[in-house]
């Protein structure tokens, strides 16, 4: 696809006005003349002319923390506190949750992230045949790990189930459809856990050559009560400890973390995945990302599940985190609109270890959102890049582009049947509802 006469995102996240060509899986030219009008190319060699007047091309969005089959449960539990959250109200239900259920929710949730302009999503949840069987088929990227749970001092990894179903999904699945589709290894929490579970998983990991996914530090109570428990070490410093840093990890919230662990997250290379909505839906607090980012903190963005944000709309939650930097910092000038827009592109794309995405540059892969800037509520325009962090809508999403693929346009999803996704999705969660 050649889109044309556009304004685009630069990897510095200046505006520029111009063409930016997509070959297959990759971008081929990005220039301010026609392509076409060069010798090296013709208009044969990119396909369809995508006119782009009134619109603004960025890099694809990462959702680096996610529980997609959960959209079963949106809207399920309200007005409570995590732990009471977690163990009275969403663990029951997910007992009655199995593959059949799960697919068609994690199809929706899919849906609703690639019409928000998500091209990757980190997902760390259970179900893995229905997961990797809704990201084979709708052509989103995802990083998904098989959720380990250990509620005893006692079990090792070896007597869990998941040793050998992540070696099996490994050997599967990892790295396949070109590179789409990446499985991590996980820890569910310091909190659900054990010492020997943590230091196997992180071992394991480096063996298979895979990164890891972990919740860190989510509510106050949670680390508080691993310093009294791990002799005074932080759950950051407590996994650090045990070595489960010795691959790249995405750690999920880390709001109560403090400037130690920043100081391990940079050196061991641990990419934050801050979820802006869901904490302050659970009163969990906000993460200090304004100074972890100040500490060389690889910091992106997550919407986590749909039972503790209620949607995947990846704008919503970096405008939350664009402001309540601000305001928890008291400092007006903590996230800049380019460190927000890379912290929701190019650092999501290196928390999931893809390297050759997040940027418009020829070469990185044609991950690529157009958005319509024509709105009353983008106009009028004296900084794009402002606007777009602070005034558009995730609805403004045109055009959503995964490997040179375009999975959703105008309104239609092309890899995605919506209707049925729709249907499965609210039959099974009425009837799971309907037996607690």
Known sequence: MLFANIDYLTSDFEVKRGFVGTQGAHITYVGEVDPVQDPGFSSEDFGERYEGRGRLLMPGMYNTHAHIPMTLLRGYAEGLALQDWLFNKIFPFEAKIDDEKAYPATLLAIAEMLRFGVVGVTDMYFFSDARIRAV?????????????????NETTYDQTPNRKRNEELVRAHHNSLD???????????????????????????AELGV??????????????????????????????SLGFFGVPCTAAHCVWTEPADWEIFAARGVSVSSNPASNMKLASGFAPVGDMLGAGVNVCIGTDGVASNNSHNILKDLYLFALLSKGASGDPTVVSPGQALAVATVNGARSQGRLDCGAIEVGKRADLVALDICAPWMQPIHSLVNN???SAQGTDVALTMVDGAVLYRDGAWLSIDIQRACHDT???????????
Not at 211 to 229: A, D, L, N
Not at 426 to 436: E, G
Request: charged share 25%; glycine share 6%; with cysteine.
């Open 136 to 152: 084979t088929e709708s052509g989103i990227k995802a990083n998904l790990c098989d959720g380990i749970m250990v509620f005893d």
């Open 388 to 390: 777009l962090v602070y």
């Open 179 to 205: 590179g789409r589709l990446k499985i991590d290894l996980n820890i569910h929490s310091e909190y659900i856990s054990n010492p020997q579970v943590v230091r196997a998983v992180g071992e394991h990991a």
């Open 426 to 436: 609210k039959r099974f969660s009425a009837q799971i509802a309907a037996s607690l």
């Open 211 to 240: 990164q890891t996914h972990v919740h860190i530090s989510e509510t106050h109570k949670e680390h508080e009560e691993c310093k009294q428990r791990r002799g005074g070490l932080t759950p950051t410093q407590y996994f650090d």
